[in-house]
């Protein structure tokens, strides 16, 4: 499996999700099926397949067992979408991380030494730029070294999307979101 498939999917449903998913041998298959043919938990196979029907690249058909009566899923794996999703999703955390540096060019951040939180200006000076978490001064922060990062970061990835999900760049990426949020 191709480098940036197999880190989206191992980003995706983990590294048990994506287990799974490297050992199936059809292209149609239940639930059970899998947990036969891997020997993977039940509840790792359904958490795996139900979060990739969530982003699109699984999906099923209800068949009905004439001896039970109970409804049965074939579930099947669109292992070429995966490519479009690892694209879609990359140009929304690109996009996400472009936000993060408009917000960091377009404002002026405060913190204490104590690094309780970062404050822009506006919200600093309604502090009276004292910290409402440790009753400390609130100073200016260069962020000339996080302006820096991002470009970098966003010049990099726009070069070799798929590199996002790299397993190297996805800690990168969750702290910058993070911080966004």
Not at 8 to 13: A, G, K, S, W
Not at 42 to 53: E, G, I, K
Not at 146 to 164: G, M, N, Y
Request: net charge negative; proline share 2%; with cysteine.
């Amino acid at each position: 499996m191709e480098k940036a498939i197999s880190a989206y999917l191992r980003n995706l449903i983990g590294e048990e999700g994506l287990d799974v998913i490297e050992r199936l041998s059809n292209d149609e298959f239940t639930d059970q099926d899998i947990v036969n043919e891997t020997g993977a938990q039940l509840s790792t196979v359904r958490r795996t397949l139900f979060t990739l029907f969530e982003h699109g690249i699984a999906w099923y058909d209800e068949k009905r067992d004439k001896q039970s009566g109970w409804i049965i899923y074939h579930w099947h794996i669109d292992f070429d979408y995966i490519q479009h999703r690892l694209d879609a999703d990359a140009q929304k955390l690109i996009a996400k991380l472009e936000r993060l540096l408009y917000d960091e060019l377009n404002n002026v951040y405060y913190t204490c030494d104590n690094n309780c939180a970062r404050f822009v200006f506006e919200r600093a000076s309604e502090y009276e730029f004292m910290c409402p978490i440790c009753n400390t001064a609130l100073n200016y922060q260069d962020n000339a070294a996080v302006v820096a990062a991002l470009e970098e970061k966003i010049h990099e990835l726009k070069a070799d999307v798929p590199a996002i999900f790299y397993p190297e760049n996805i800690q990168v990426l969750e702290l910058a979101l993070a911080e966004q949020e």
